[in-house]
């Protein structure tokens, strides 16, 4: 079992940048694939980005690509997400996941949630 907890999350304007944080409680962080996904009102959860275990392999959404880059330290049980060139349609609640096995962009294969933490991007 991992417990997530998201920070980092604020109003930011068009073009800037925000660095958000997810800290995992448990030993066995380092065994989790991670993920972050994010959902605007009214829309269903989108794939963000995801990490592999040793954080050797990545993968983006296409809407992210190029702008927002995940990362994990397995000595700090953390996983990040550096955003960059924000957009108001990057609005939305972010969230981190964790799963066992590998990568995937599917939501519903991911078995721990943090709370989430709203990005939100003016015009």
């Known amino acids: 079992q991992v417990q997530l907890v998201e920070s980092g999350g604020g109003l930011v304007q068009a073009g800037g940048s925000l660095r958000l944080s997810c800290a995992a409680s448990?030993?066995?962080?380092?065994?989790?694939?991670m993920g972050w996904f994010r959902q605007a009102p009214g829309n269903e959860r989108e794939f963000v980005a995801a990490?592999?275990?040793?954080?050797?392999?990545?993968s983006y959404a296409d809407s992210v690509k190029d702008r927002f880059t995940i990362s994990r330290d397995n000595a700090k049980n953390t996983v990040y997400l550096q955003m960059n060139s924000l957009k108001p349609e990057d609005t939305a609640a972010y969230y981190c996941?964790?799963?066992?096995?590998?990568?995937?962009?599917?939501?519903?294969?991911?078995?721990?949630w943090g709370q989430g933490t709203q990005v939100t991007v003016s015009s």
């Open positions: 990490i592999s275990w040793s954080g050797g392999s990545t």
């Open positions: 448990g030993r066995t962080f380092s065994t989790y694939v």
């Open positions: 996941a964790a799963r066992l096995g590998s990568r995937t962009s599917d939501f519903q294969r991911y078995a721990y």
